[in-house]
């Protein structure tokens, strides 16, 4: 099976219409960086607090609202749906100001116990009741050697027994059914019948669970923000500095462009979808910088191979001769790890969508520019030093190849 | 070339089976369920796929510092007071600058004698120099304050790293985090209720016992306690915050003066103990000093009959007490109505030792145990489906050349968990991550080869020419990619923190792994199918 058969395009000819393409990306995106939805970052660098909460029902945004507002927290943020409406989740964001530096946790435990009173059914919180849906193993494990409900007394074998079943109990909510009991009655199998007697009647099921807590200061958030820009220009530095030595510096200042038009066009993406810059989003827009380099590096191989092969033809024709050459595997390749990204964003989750997403829209566009944006800039170098009056063809490489 | 082959084939056999090894060790059987215990024994798993706390905090060395300083505050006096200069204030002027000293007042007679006892004493840890009017100013020594702040730090971390342990949890990690100042990381798998960690990580647990000015008199809140006192507090001095009943059963919360340098402070309690009190049977902590802290307090005590004494927690005075006669080196905390969980955790915290500064949360990430179980849930899915749509695609696309491509990316992915089960590094969600990504980027080593392979074929080569001559060209290109990726993931490594680090490793790895595989096995087997058809017959690909 071949997907190209000695294709013959003519990619340079076609260099305004990608000049066009790529602009527009490029400007929506900065525009919509400056003056639409700006970067939107994540609680990583932002700093703030976000508590992702998991409902038994489809949650009701003005109930988590009210309950919100009676614990004083005005202005945080409910985002729900949060991920596929049937996972019942919602993320309820604070701002950095109303996460004050002396006490960091204050509006997670704020915002926890305001669900816990505000789902708390008939009082049970109120009448000391456990909530099967939130308490830890060995929390559960103590009420029961407490309550004692298969009478074993205050033994070593009592102990164990209550706290296997705790145990069972935590593993058939956390493990098997994503946090949340749907009933109690649901437990007969996983603990004793006595134990499950002593369950229905003094514990209840909030219908609420916390998946997970961030809560950032200003501090920390400013570290990792100057980390990210640190290790993004380095990246690019390097990529730069290899390529130079491998090739020359044109081929390496090509190269450096086109992966920053790469990452200014996947950033906007962000920007302009308002999805927020978590550190997972950097790694992947660093990770990106190091791959989208491949297909440039074997475009390149190619034009130099080709360079030394037939120096009388004409830059342009070659370029385009090399990139028809090597077409194939660039779209092989890309296509390849674009169908494993894809996979990560549409069955990786929630945490990972961001991460997925850049993977997913940087190799589409670093495919895209290695071959309309590298290769034409080769070509325009040169057109540039022949109109000075300087040698005209491109120094095809340093060292004979390897 | 039959026998090359077979030793290549060694070779790889040799590879699988070692790295097959460093994912499972020697497991109890060979059921699925003690496959996935072994599995589960050897990669650690980060704290995004278990469930867990990660938090960073900030030791404030600046307390620390300021400790230092008090103590040569009391020094200086005492040591002023022995070459019986009187007149001379020595204090602390600025809040803000804890390593900062200053002598003023000193009576012109006393100049000279001022400055040589200073010179002396003090001149190893502090820059001393001469102000206006017969004043100097000691500045604590850059050197000497950043060891003392590194010493705080690590003290910091002994200490929680003790208190952590009374917690239970398993395989805690607790260091210096690096991107901060006296900061430290604290990772503690398997827990997410954090107002317990918080209250026993944050006590400072620094119990002193501090000689109250006067007779023991208190007021209702500061303003008044100021208000009597003059408006002016003795540089000497500080006004506390007592818990209810202090003083005596059922007292309420009042304000005392106190002696600021402490009679004995946090280092010197050597035990702590829950107890009760014999007289009305309520919770209380029994602590104990060291020896030499406990003769210094009877020698007091005793010379101190008749005034009062306060004993204070985290700068809470929990008991006042008039001295009624020397007392050794016990003691106990009572009052308050504390409560049988509290006098427990005290306990446990004076035992442990208290912290040389107090700390600051700075960050705090809790993973839920269900969110992890989903996210490892989520993570092998999108694993196993980007790995068969690649092995599939490679099948209908190559042909006989795709199943070399599918062993060969099998054998990577072997080696990458085999790399993970040996180096004990962790594997997390983004590391999952860079797994499927690795699958991804692999068999773009093959594609390259593959693609030559053929361009080799069209141009009129023989099978095995071309398949020599793919090889060959391929190679440098699949170098380069490989280092552009790796340069990326390195700088990840360096800068990333937890989960991203966790991808950057596996990424690597997983490249690494792929030079093996795609270059090497993949041509052992191309060789092994060449070596079984005759010259000139053509191959699948």
Request: proline share 4%; glycine share 8%; with cysteine.
């Amino acid at each position: 099976m071949e997907l190209f058969h000695d294709p013959k395009i003519d990619w340079l000819g076609k260099k305004w219409y990608f000049l066009g393409f790529s602009l527009i990306f490029s400007v929506a995106g900065l525009l919509s960086i400056f003056f639409w939805h700006h970067l939107p970052l994540d609680v990583d660098f932002r700093g703030g607090t976000v508590v992702r909460v998991k409902f038994s029902a489809h949650p009701d945004a003005d109930r988590i609202r009210s309950a919100m507002d009676t614990a004083g927290l005005h202005d945080a943020r409910i985002q729900q749906p949060y991920g596929p409406a049937a996972n019942n989740e919602v993320l309820i964001t604070l701002s950095l100001q109303a996460t004050s530096a002396s006490a960091i946790d204050q509006g997670r435990a704020t915002i926890v116990n305001a669900l816990s009173q505000h789902y708390s059914q008939n009082g049970s919180q109120a009448q000391g009741k456990i909530d099967l849906d939130n308490v830890s193993d060995s929390t559960l494990a103590s009420w029961l050697q407490q309550n004692d409900p298969e009478h074993l007394g205050n033994t070593v074998d009592a102990q164990t027994r209550y706290q296997n079943q705790a145990t069972a109990v935590v593993h058939f909510r956390d493990d098997q059914h994503s946090g949340i009991i749907d009933s109690i009655d649901d437990l007969r199998g996983v603990v004793d019948p006595a134990v499950l007697a002593a369950l229905q009647q003094n514990a209840w099921l909030s219908g609420f669970s916390v998946r997970s807590v961030e809560v950032v200061g200003a501090q920390v958030g400013k570290v990792l923000q100057h980390q990210a820009e640190l290790a993004t220009l380095y990246s690019l530095g390097g990529m730069l500095v290899y390529l130079w030595f491998r090739f020359e510096l044109i081929y390496g200042v090509a190269a450096v462009v086109a992966c920053f038009h790469d990452t200014i066009i996947t950033v906007g993406a962000f920007s302009l979808s308002n999805q927020e810059i978590s550190l997972t989003v950097i790694a992947a827009i660093l990770t990106l910088i190091g791959y989208s380099m491949n297909d440039t590096i074997v475009v390149f191989d190619r034009i130099r191979e080709n360079l030394r092969l037939s120096r009388r033809e004409p830059l342009a024709a070659l370029v385009n001769r090399s990139i028809n050459q090597t077409l194939s595997r660039t779209v092989l390749t890309s296509g390849l790890t674009f169908l494993t990204v894809l996979s990560l964003f549409l069955f990786g989750g929630e945490v990972l969508r961001g991460f997925s997403f850049a993977l997913v829209v940087g190799i589409l566009i670093g495919t895209y520019s290695s071959i309309a944006v590298a290769a034409p800039m080769l070509v325009a170098y040169q057109d540039w030093r022949s109109r000075r009056g300087k040698a005209a063809s491109l120094p095809a490489a340093k060292k004979a190849r390897v | 070339m039959k026998t090359n082959i077979k030793t290549r084939l060694i070779v790889i056999i040799a590879v699988l089976v070692v790295f097959v090894f460093g994912i499972f060790r020697v497991p109890h059987g060979l059921s699925g369920s003690a496959l996935k215990q072994a599995l589960l024994q050897n990669i650690h798993l980060g704290l995004d796929l278990k469930g867990g706390m990660h938090l960073i905090l900030q030791v404030k060395v600046d307390e620390a510092v300021g400790t230092e300083t008090d103590t040569d505050v009391a020094s200086i006096q005492s040591d002023l007071q022995k070459n019986g200069i009187a007149g001379a204030v020595v204090s602390k002027p600025d809040a803000n600058r804890p390593d900062f000293i200053q002598v003023a007042n000193v009576p012109a007679a006393h100049a000279s004698d001022v400055s040589s006892i200073l010179e002396n004493s003090y001149s190893t840890r502090f820059d001393i120099s001469p102000g206006v009017g017969n004043s100097w100013t000691l500045t604590m020594k850059p050197s000497v304050e950043n060891d003392l702040k590194q010493r705080a730090l690590e003290q910091a971390i002994e200490v929680i790293q003790t208190r952590t342990n009374t917690l239970g949890v398993s395989e805690p990690i607790i260091e210096p985090y690096q991107l901060g100042s006296y900061q430290i990381l604290v990772e503690l798998p398997g827990v997410s209720d954090l107002g317990r960690v918080k209250d026993v990580i944050q006590s400072t647990a620094r119990l002193e016992a501090h000689e109250v000015i006067g007779d023991g008199q208190s007021w209702p809140d500061q303003q008044s306690a100021l208000q009597a006192l003059g408006g002016y507090l003795p540089p000497d001095a500080e006004l506390v915050q007592s818990v209810p009943g202090a003083a005596s059963e059922g007292s309420p919360t009042a304000w005392y003066e106190l002696k600021k340098i402490p009679i004995w402070g946090g280092t010197d309690v050597r035990d702590a103990q829950p107890g009760q009190n014999p007289n009305t049977g309520e919770p209380e902590v029994d602590f104990y000093l060291t020896s030499a802290a406990g003769s210094k307090f009877s020698a007091w005590t005793g010379a101190n009959i008749g005034k009062y004494m306060a004993i204070v927690l985290d700068n809470r005075v929990q008991e006042v007490a008039v001295i009624k006669g020397q007392i050794g080196d016990s003691g106990n905390i009572s009052g308050g109505g504390i409560s049988q969980q509290r006098v427990k955790d005290l306990a446990m915290l004076l035992r442990t030792g208290a912290l040389p500064a107090s700390i600051a949360f700075m960050q705090e990430t809790t993973v839920g145990p269900s969110l992890g179980a989903d996210s490892i849930h989520q993570g092998i899915l999108a694993s196993v489906v980007g790995f068969l749509a690649v092995m599939i695609f490679m099948l209908v696309y190559y042909k006989g050349a795709g199943i070399n491509a599918d062993l060969a990316l099998f054998l990577n992915l072997v080696i990458l968990l085999g790399f993970l089960g040996f180096s004990g590094a962790t594997l997390t969600l983004p590391g999952i991550a860079g797994v499927i990504l690795t699958i991804g980027m692999g068999v773009d080593s093959n594609v390259l080869i593959f693609e030559r392979i053929r361009e080799e074929l069209r141009a009129g080569k023989s099978p095995s020419a071309s398949v020599d001559q793919g090889f060959a060209h391929a190679w440098t290109t699949i170098v380069d990619t490989h280092v552009t990726t790796i340069v990326s993931a390195a700088i990840l490594f360096i800068f990333g923190t937890g989960p991203v680090k966790g991808f950057a490793v596996t990424l690597t790895f997983g490249l690494l792994a792929n030079l093996f595989t795609a270059v090497f096995v993949s041509r052992v087997i191309f060789d092994a199918h060449l070596s079984r058809k005759l010259h000139g017959e053509p191959i699948s690909i």
